[in-house]
Every structure is written in C-alpha cells, then in structure tokens.
C-alpha cells in the first residue's frame, strides 16, 4: 500500500494566521483527499484534491478558507487560512491508490492547535 | 444520502472475551464497505473490507466483519479481545462510481479490560 507523510505532524498556530499542510505519497494515486477530524469527532470529508484542477469542496468548506493545491499525482497541499480555535484539529490526507478496491489509506495527520 | 451508523459510543469487553462492533448503513446500491482502527495520536489504519462474495471478511489483528445484506450491517468481531485492541474504530462506505466519496461513522471506542 501507499506510504503518505504528512508535514508538519502537529503545530500550534495564532489567531489569524495561515498554515500549509504538505502530503507526500511515494507512488502515483488515483484520488486524494483531505479529511477533518475534530477533537472527539468522526472524520469530515473537506475536499476532493483534483490533479492539475480546482479541488470540488464538500458542503460547508469553501476555498477561500481551504485553498489546496494538487500539482501532480504524487502530491498536494492544504491550508487553513485566517485560523480561528474553532479550526483546532486534525487534517488527514488519505488516498484510493489504483489496484485497490476503492479502500482509503491514510498519513498520520496534522495536528493543529490555534489560540 | 448515503450514511453509516455506529450504534454504541463505547464498548468496554474483557480481554480473551469476543468482541463485536456494531455498524449499519444506509445506501442506494451495492457498498463497498470498510473497518479502520486509530490508536491514539495516529491516523487511521485499514482493518479490512468487503466488496463481494463471502459475507464473512477476515482483516487485520484477527478481526473479521461479517455482511448482512437484509439487515444492512457490517458488525466487526474477533474472538478473543487483546488490551491492544483497545484503540477508536471507524466503519466507513462507499458506493463505487458515485462520486468516490467515503463515508465514515462516528467511531466507536473500544475498551478492552485486562
């Protein structure tokens, strides 16, 4: 299966700032995504990272908070924009890697913290 | 709308008692269904799948789900629970060439007492 890393693993960030999040796979995947996990929460689907193209947003994200890129099949990027506490959790970048039946795999996580 | 339930928040089992987790779903066509474990401060790991065939699935750490169409339930089970298995288990769907998307339940912690 893929090996997907995630950096930073955790950071504490202040009010109002940004912070990129980077996943890394070590082989081509056919779908990315970008996972929420709020503290004591189930995981929330944020958005589809599409190669070379617009990421398509879940309802109740929106880009202008979320900006992610995707530049090739390999790699892509999320950021949370103009945190506030309540953006206090744990984004996972998770992958469908082809040959696979459709099962998800995921990175670590980044753990975020905003005072 | 697709979705999945999990049923139990926690669930707390002797070690070397069977273990079941329960997860039901509700989706409009064939499922791909799925068992993820997080232990603490980790993502999420794959346990296993089932996608066709064998109602029964074996997984990961000895686990097994078993598929129950009528009832739409994919209950995760292991017959002899260890401490290490104590860690939040997610069951999650999918439905093949709409959208991808995976859903997932709400997590069940599992408590497994020495």
């Known amino acids: 299966s893929a090996v997907i890393s995630q950096k930073p693993s955790r950071d504490i960030c202040q009010r109002g700032t940004s912070l990129t999040i980077q996943c890394q796979v070590d082989?081509?995947?056919?779908?990315m995504f970008w996972y929420r996990q709020q503290p004591g929460q189930s995981l929330t689907l944020i958005a589809t990272?599409?190669?070379?193209?617009?990421?398509?947003?879940e309802s109740g994200f929106v880009i202008d908070k979320f900006p992610i890129s995707r530049p090739n099949l390999t790699f892509s990027t999320l950021t949370v924009s103009n945190m506030s506490p309540e953006d206090s959790s744990i984004y996972l970048c998770?992958?469908?890697?082809?040959?696979?039946?459709?099962?998800?795999?995921f990175g670590e996580g980044s753990r975020l913290t905003v005072l | 709308a697709q979705s999945v339930a999990q049923p139990e928040d926690q669930v707390n089992v002797a070690e070397g008692n069977p273990l079941t987790v329960k997860c039901t779903y509700s989706?409009?066509?064939?499922?791909?269904l799925f068992w993820y474990v997080q232990y603490p401060n980790r993502g999420l790991q794959f346990l296993l799948k089932?996608?066709?065939?064998?109602?029964l699935v074996k997984g990961s750490y000895g686990f097994e789900a078993e598929f129950n169409k009528s009832q739409t339930s994919f209950h995760l089970k292991k017959p002899s629970a260890l401490v290490s298995d104590s860690a939040l288990y997610f069951c999650?769907?999918?439905?093949?060439?709409?959208?991808?998307?995976?859903?997932f339940g709400k997590g069940t912690r599992l408590h497994i007492l020495p």
């Open positions: 998770s992958v469908i890697q082809s040959g696979y039946a459709g099962e998800l795999f």
């Open positions: 082989s081509q995947v056919t779908m």
């Open positions: 990272a599409n190669q070379g193209s617009e990421a398509t947003y």
């Open positions: 989706v409009s066509g064939n499922p791909y």
């Open positions: 089932y996608i066709t065939g064998d109602n």
């Open positions: 999650a769907v999918r439905v093949p060439n709409r959208d991808d998307k995976i859903i």
